[in-house]
């Protein structure tokens, strides 16, 4: 005795099995329609899989060149300049901490400062130091005041 492959009733000796293998050409139908559909979700998954390793292979270029590369941009204040402190967006006013200081402020963080410049820090190598007076300079990410070590010694 054999079985229907798609819905496993036996196949007797009266009725004809459909492509030997099937009771009726509903369950051939349907088992066709069953097979592409695994199919096309099987070609889905792999494409999502080559994405994904993609993704990750150019992410890890992309570290490796930021690690190699000496070259670092000065950013231009009149453009939209990162906070300091959080690197999000912030609101930049030129000449608007008065006498010739410019007012930044953080919605993110909440930091919000009067400076002459912004610089980069020599501790952390980000655009972070704050030049609030000639004499003083603050990084808030990591709270070195370089300048003012330059004053004491």
Not at 12 to 34: F, H, N, Q, S
Not at 39 to 45: F, G, I, K, P
Not at 46 to 68: C, N, P, T, V
Request: net charge positive; proline share 6%; glycine share 8%.
């Amino acid at each position: 005795m054999s079985y229907c492959l798609h819905c496993n009733k036996r196949l007797g000796w009266l009725k004809r099995p459909v492509d030997g293998v099937y009771c009726g050409p509903e369950c051939r139908d349907r088992a066709i329609e069953e097979m592409l559909e695994r199919q096309r979700l099987s070609a889905e998954e792999s494409d999502a899989e080559e994405r994904m390793r993609e993704r990750e292979r150019l992410e890890i270029e992309a570290a490796m060149l930021r690690g190699k590369s000496e070259v670092i941009v000065k950013p231009n204040l009149s453009d939209s300049v990162p906070c300091p402190k959080c690197g999000s967006h912030w609101k930049h006013v030129r000449g608007g901490g008065g006498l010739g200081r410019d007012r930044g402020d953080c919605a993110a963080c909440g930091y919000h400062t009067d400076f002459l410049a912004i610089e980069q820090c020599p501790n952390c190598r980000c655009f972070s130091l704050v030049v609030e007076s000639p004499d003083d300079a603050r990084c808030p990410r990591c709270k070195s005041r370089p300048r003012r070590r330059r004053q004491i010694a």
